[in-house]
């Protein structure tokens, strides 16, 4: 039997599962100062999900008990990987629980964006019937572009196939048959993903290799044209992480024509400042980070994160171990 | 050769086409006045869109050369479909041109809706970052309800199926196998497929079989919940004809809380009246009746016609004939 810290709070399915599983489990915040202090004295694991802070002052502190971290979610950007490692803490978080809602909010932005629906939508509330303004175009026909092809890219390319799109790919860490398989061209450079691609949605990590990637050279050289001969414009998704998109440079794509719409989940700094210029374009349209948002996604988030910290504390394997290098 | 007047416009493919074909081609309005005196003297067919009406009147004062109207779209309304019948004269319109336009904007709306797209970038633009109102769900592991299961229903049920979601639809006067072959449970009864359906979309014709089909009733009995468990909720798109959806009943069911969600592109009077009281609804959101409008559909639509009038012309089969029960 461990003893588990939950601070950032969880689904009551995974305390239930945790405590079946034989666990103490202490559901309750911790403050950051008490962190630094005995806080973590004489528990075995902690799961998070963004509010705590485990710096290595915090994981220096904790006592020689502490065996696994666990991060009810994706990122682990609040978590000192290196620090865990040095002590022997592995750290696990739960990257599935949100792919189906990331992929589903992917498709979402894409037909919001070629059929104009929040700018139609805003056009009704203002009492006008601006029918004649919103021509859109079809998905059909056109090459979607995937930057990263991994879990959440995969299901959305085979969706847009559904739908009749051509998918291509760029992923310098990708097996090509993997792409292969699913019928799917993959680029050996990200500049041939983008003057094959009309539409272009981003599934990678931010690092400082794709860290304005998408930027005004490359929006440039789409195609404004389908394979069908349709003249469908350019359109940029990012449901992944703010930074990947150079933000000035999608504004001036939008005011010069090169790119017909935008639309982002995330965005280089968040909350987004209230005078962001993107917010009074008419072709822009965002959403505030929500691609796990889904009462399903969270459900399982915690179910995930319970199981992987159970098989950390009873020595079991798991897949889902991301300091390995530190430890 | 024969003699076409194009009185609403057309894409200029077609009128090559039709030119190409060895017929003359007037591509130029008639008054109401003159279609009621000598304007279609002399035509052996017209093609029209929605803005000509011809009624009994105007068909009776037509040359007995005519022989053929095109309808450049699918509804028919504003042609008297008896009239031309019993002076010989075939009607086809051309129905296919914006089915895979139609099915997009259907799967937008769905996804617009369960992620509230067009609400959360209007907080956005009002300087809000409401991440936590936002908390949306999956289409995957819900049953998707289809009224009506032609073209464009079975397209849907298709993408819906690649998403993974359960696809039930009810259509009186298809043959059972169609369903069956395409994985899709069909239901004897309407009010039964809205007992199993947390997501109900419409594809039928407004007939007065099928006004207010979607009533206070039926919408408080779908299920609200999941196959998966998830609560969420219930959710109406209606991207067919305005009047099959009674709009009172939708208002009601947002204020009361058994719909979450409602998209429309159709409305029982067009334009929207600006005081409208859905237009206050947070968790509604529509288009401007723009189902069919994007570069591809209107393109297509135009040669669909062209050909399809250049059928009859040359009196070989069509399969698109509208008022054979009259001829």
Chains 1, 2 share one sequence.
């Not at 973590?40 to 485990?54: E, P, Q, W």
């Not at 978080?93 to 189906?100: D, E, G, I, L, M």
């Not at 196939?161 to 860490?173: K, L, N, R």
């Not at 930027?215 to 940029?236: F, K, T, V, W």
Request: proline fraction near 4%; glycine fraction near 10%.
């Amino acid at each position: 039997m461990a003893k588990i810290a939950v601070t950032d709070g969880m689904d009551k399915k995974a305390v239930l599962w945790l405590e079946k599983a034989g666990h103490e489990v202490i559901n309750s915040p911790i403050t950051p100062e008490n962190l630094l202090q005995d806080g973590l004295h004489g528990f075995d694991a902690i799961i998070v999900r963004s509010a705590t802070k485990l710096t290595r002052e915090v994981i220096d502190a904790a006592g020689d008990g502490l065996r696994a971290i666990g991060r009810a979610g994706v990122g682990v950007d609040n978590i000192d990987l290196e620090a865990a490692g040095a002590k022997g803490i592995a750290v696990v978080n739960a990257p599935r629980a949100s792919t189906q809602s990331v992929v589903e909010l992917t498709l979402g932005h894409l037909l919001a964006s070629i059929r104009h629906l929040p700018r139609a939508d805003r056009s009704l509330r203002e009492g006008r019937w601006a029918k004649k303004e919103m021509k859109g175009s079809e998905l059909a026909g056109k090459v979607l572009g995937l930057i990263g092809f991994g879990r959440i890219a995969q299901s959305v390319g085979r969706i847009a196939q559904t739908i009749g799109m051509e998918v291509h790919a760029y992923d310098p860490y990708l097996p090509p048959k993997i792409a292969k398989s699913q019928g799917t061209r993959l680029h050996k450079s990200i500049d041939a993903l983008f003057s094959n691609c009309t539409h272009i949605s981003i599934h990678c990590n931010l690092t400082e290799e794709t860290r304005h990637l998408v930027n005004a050279e490359r929006i440039r050289s789409m195609p404004q044209i389908g394979l069908d001969g349709a003249r469908c414009g350019n359109h940029i998704i990012n449901c992944a992480r703010g930074g990947i998109v150079d933000e000035k440079a999608v504004l001036n794509a939008l005011e010069s024509g090169s790119l017909t719409s935008a639309a982002l989940d995330v965005f280089e700094v968040e909350p987004v400042d209230p005078s962001h210029p993107l917010l009074q374009m008419e072709h822009f349209h965002g959403t505030p980070h929500i691609g796990a948002s889904t009462v399903e996604a969270q459900a399982r988030v915690g179910l995930d994160i319970a199981k992987n910290v159970n098989a950390l504390l009873n020595q079991e394997t798991c897949d889902f171990i991301v300091n390995q290098q530190y430890l």
